[in-house]
């Protein structure tokens, strides 16, 4: 059997298959694709034993057999993601009575998760001899892909991004890694749908979420999560939600391992979201009803300013496999816990902080009980949002506000603000 017939494309709605080498997003129906592999020579403890044997390649080749078995190990275009530290502060938040875990994918190559979407994506799209890549982003996708097309040589990343609502530091990241970079004058929403058409009319290659290539790269995350807690299966998975892709690739790769019979039960799955953009929570909250499309507001969580999710349906399908549950927190709560994180030496961005605030929240309310195991999924590094932790700090009405001193270069005036 060639790789490539270890998986095709399946559409979630009405089941249709297509090849897998198509450029293909959607189903001729229009429902979403997701990536079906034949992983029926995969036996639990083998692939156990196997995956221990592989600890020093690169985390995408270690579970390449579920990610991507129809990718060549040799075709693969990384830049050593993964293998990302996996916190244990369960003695930092005693008052929590929970045992807390953190998995911070904001210590990969470009300071966020979705690296282990793109070495997936990248590389599919230099096996397709893709030359044109794109995406919309709110400021990760658009780092992270430029910087794998750069890797991967003679692929051009175009990356489309509502102007003036991503950070400085994620702004110049594809800059940096020579893609094109094109500011619009509207939101995310906007770009994706611009990026949707572009894509459609041209030869270029869509690496959103929406590309089910891309979530399986993502599925990554999870399993790895399993591996580091010796496939001891935690309560909770705790993730922040945008686009809703991310959901989507934890849930579908973990349902895979059970499936596999790699872990023995399932976790329960919580998104959340924030009071400026909550599609979900509010789909949630009326019983998982059809998705009614918001404009997002600003909110530091910049990168989960998204109202109209395209994986709606899959992470819908995912949070009621995983008797999930959504919840909403407001910029008070996601800008104090960042900086409370950070108080602890882990530097977290504001969307990862959100989902922090929504394990509190969700404690607080005792759908988390007490005893129980979470793993909340920080996914990117504080340093991609300066500005905003700058002006969290220079206000002193903020609970953990830390203002800098600014004094004259003289020995008494610094002993003076010591106290010494
Ligand atoms: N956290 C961060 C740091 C993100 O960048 C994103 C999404 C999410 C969470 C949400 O993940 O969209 O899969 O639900 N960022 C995308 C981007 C939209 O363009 O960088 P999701």
Redesign the pocket.
């Known amino acids: 059997m060639s790789p490539q017939s270890q998986s095709k494309f399946i559409c979630i709605e009405c089941g249709e298959s297509y090849s897998i080498t198509e450029r293909r997003y959607r189903c001729d129906c229009g429902g979403l694709l997701e990536v079906i592999h034949d992983l029926s020579s995969i036996t639990a403890d083998k692939w156990r034993r196997q995956v221990n044997e592989k600890q020093d390649e690169v985390a995408f080749l270690r579970y390449l057999g579920i990610l991507m078995p129809s990718l060549e190990p040799d075709s693969i275009i990384t830049l050593d993601e993964g293998d990302t530290p996996l916190y244990n502060v369960t003695e930092e938040f005693p008052s929590m009575r929970i045992e807390l875990l953190m998995k911070h994918e904001g210590m990969n190559p470009t300071l ?3 690296d282990r979407g793109m070495v997936a994506g990248v590389s599919w799209a230099k096996h397709l001899g893709c030359e044109y890549v794109m ?8 780092a992270s892909m430029a910087a794998y097309a750069a890797r991967a040589g003679g692929m051009a990343g175009i990356v489309l991004l509502p102007k003036g609502k991503i950070s400085q530091e994620q702004l110049v990241q594809p800059i940096s890694y020579g893609a094109v970079t094109i500011g619009l004058e509207t939101d ?1 929403d906007g770009c994706m749908k611009l990026v949707q058409e572009l894509t459609a009319k041209h030869a270029i290659y869509l690496l959103n ?1 929406m590309n089910s290539v891309r979530i399986e790269g993502q599925k990554a995350i999870g399993i790895e999560t399993l591996h580091q807690l010796n496939w001891e299966v935690p309560d909770w998975f705790v993730i ?8 989507s690739a934890l849930g579908k790769g973990l349902r895979e391992l059970k499936e596999l019979g790699i872990i023995n039960r399932l976790p329960r799955l919580a998104g959340v979201q924030t009071v400026s953009a909550s599609p979900l929570y509010e789909s949630f909250r009326d019983g998982f009803a059809e998705l009614v499309p918001q404009v997002a507001e600003a909110t530091e969580a910049s ?2 300013r ?1 109202g109209n ?1 395209v ?1 709606f349906k899959k992470a819908i399908r995912e949070l009621k496999y995983f008797e999930g549950v959504m919840e909403v927190v407001t910029e008070q709560e996601l800008t104090d816990w960042k900086a409370r994180i950070e108080r602890i030496g882990i530097a977290i ?1 504001p ?2 902080a959100v989902a922090v605030a929504g394990v509190k929240k969700l404690v607080d309310s005792e759908v988390i009980a007490e005893g129980e195991k979470v793993v909340v999924v920080l ?2 590094h504080g340093s991609k949002f300066s500005s905003s932790a700058m002006e969290y700090h220079e206000n002193a009405d903020n609970r953990y506000a830390n203002q800098p001193v600014y004094l004259p270069p003289d020995l008494s005036a610094i002993e003076k603000e010591l106290k010494l």
């Open positions: 966020s998760f979705k995406c919309a982003s709110t400021g990760d996708t658009s995310f979420s922040p939600v945008g686009n809703a892709g991310n959901i990168a989960i998204i999710p994986s961005c969307n990862s996914t990117a």
